[in-house]
Structures are given as C-alpha cells and as structure tokens.
C-alpha cells in the first residue's frame, strides 16, 4: 500500500473501523531520508523529483484558516482529477525514491525503523492526551493577577504609566528616561533592540529590567499555553490530539505541532504547574523518558573509547 504522508489515511480509515494490516510504502519519508532537508509536501517532491506541479488543493477549497472549505462539501466530479492525480504521482514518487533508497543504503533502516513507527504514530495521535482544562482555566485567572501586580511594580519603577508591548514607548523609558546602558545599539530603523537576550544582558543594570522579562515570560506562558490549550481540545474525545511529524526534522527526531507538547516550558514554577495539567487517564500514570546528550553517547559507543 503505497501512500504519501500514509499516516494520514490510516487515521481516516480506523475513523470508519478498517485496519490497514498491508505491507506499507511512504514516498514522503523515503524522500525524507533520501533528502533529510527540505520540504516533503507531495507538490514540493513532485516538482523536485517529476518536475510536474500537481493541482492545489488551494483550488478546491481554499487557502488555510477560517475561511477554508472541506472536501467533503464538494461533488466527486469538483474532485476526481485532484484525487486521480493524487494517487498517480504519489506512484510515480514511489518509483523514483525506491532504487533510490537502496542506492543510499536506506532500505534497512525505511522498512525496519521509519515504516513500522507509522502505524505507532497515528495511534498516538488518535489516543490523545488529556488535559484539565479547569484548572487551565482557573491558572489563567492567577496569571492575570500576577502580569497586573507585575505591571504595576514596572510603572512605579518607571515612574509612569506605559504599554511595555509597544516598543516605540518601552524604549524610551529604558533608554533615554531611567538611562539603563549607554551600550545598546539601534536597528536599521532608527529603533532600540528591546528582544529578550538584548535586555538580559542589562537585567544588572536596572530591577525594572528584570521585571520586564518576568511580565514578557508569564504574557507568553498565558498566551500560549495557558489559553491556548483548552482551545485545542476535540469536543468529541475530550483530549488534544497533536500531530506527530517523523518528516520534518532533518537529525531524525520527530517533531510535534498543533499543539506542539515538546516545547511546554519545565524549568520554571509556571511551567511545572503547565505541565501538570497533562493527566494520565483514571488507572494509568504518565511516563516522561529523555535521552540526555545522546549524540555524545553515540559518538562514544562508535570510537569505542573507554575514556570517552
């Protein structure tokens, strides 16, 4: 069974109880490890490896975002050349990166590694995790309080009130007003850099500086995560159900998207309490597993030094 991005499609078909047991075919991640960098979208190998540039969904439905349409809306005669075309470039691809994998010396590791962790994958995202969302929303009403106490500790510091979002009225309160650092350097544009590693170099320079980053970081944290979670959480399953992505990063690591769960933060108070919204389901627990440096390990087991 020959499929590009096939993950896809297997979570369609167990939507509708059919479970594919065949022997699997993905061209999107044979063009991944035939081509680590780069995009692997069918129309982006398609005019790489065929130079043909297939029909854009774009045409049918619409660009992403609110305004887009669905498939399912439009007659098997609006879309039976997009989905014919679909199915025969996706062959053609099939052609093109199978010699080609065993050229590179890929096949053991397509058919013994990347291929069996399909079916894995979409199981995961189809199970989801679950998230508590009161108290999300109840955390969110604490971060309120505190950015407000925050806000008001910068505007004494300051000695007046300003939008710290604005750059064109943050700068000159730091910069020209309190006088933090007579180091800082103005863009092309005529402006003071006021980005996060700018500032934290002068957080010894002036406490008003510190505070900034503390109201930047916990904006971020209510923004991104703390509001923006419950929002990602299907109505049907009650769970997020993120998209694991094994064709994306070019070291070989999966990444994760809509909502991304690799990056919720872990260092700080704020953080831990984020994570701690994630709950196992009644009768389980939730394992975390890290591999710390493991291309140093790596390294270390091939030198085969003892040292090392």
């Known amino acids: 069974l020959i499929g590009h991005n096939i993950k896809f499609d297997l979570k369609v078909l167990k939507k509708y109880g059919v479970v594919i047991q065949n022997k699997m075919y993905d061209t999107m991640v ?141 700068e000159p309160i730091l910069f020209e007003k309190l006088k933090v650092t007579h180091e800082v350097k103005k863009t092309k544009t005529g402006q003071y850099a006021t980005s996060e590693d700018v500032l934290s170099k002068y957080a010894h320079a002036h406490p008003i500086i510190g505070k900034i980053l503390d109201y930047r970081e916990l904006r971020k944290l209510k923004s991104t995560y703390v509001d923006a979670l419950p929002d990602l959480v299907n109505p049907n399953t009650g769970r997020i159900h993120t998209t694991f992505s094994q064709a994306v990063a070019a070291t070989g690591r999966l990444s994760s998207n809509n909502p991304n769960l690799q990056n919720i933060p872990a260092k700080s108070e704020d953080g831990k309490l984020i994570r701690g919204a994630f709950r196992a389901t009644p009768g389980n627990k939730l394992l975390v597993k890290d591999y710390s440096q493991v291309e140093m390990r790596l390294m270390a087991h091939f030198a085969n030094d003892q040292r090392m």
């Open 30 to 170: 044979a063009h991944y490890l035939i081509y680590p960098d780069g995009k692997h979208g069918m129309d982006e190998v398609a005019e790489k490896m065929l130079h043909y540039s297939p029909i854009s969904i774009d045409t049918l439905i619409g660009k992403k975002g609110k305004g887009q349409g669905s498939m399912a809306d439009l007659s098997a005669e609006e879309i039976s050349d997009y989905a014919c075309e679909d199915a025969d470039i996706t062959y053609q691809l099939f052609e093109k990166t199978a010699p080609l994998l065993k050229e590179y010396e890929l096949l053991e590791l397509f058919e013994q590694v990347e291929i069996p962790l399909i079916p894995i994958l979409a199981d995961m995202e189809w199970e989801g995790v679950n998230i508590a969302v009161d108290f999300l929303q109840d955390y969110s009403k604490v971060l309120d309080t505190d950015i407000q106490a925050i806000e008001k500790e910068i505007h004494a510091l300051a000695g007046e009130h300003f939008n710290m979002d604005t750059p064109k009225q943050l």
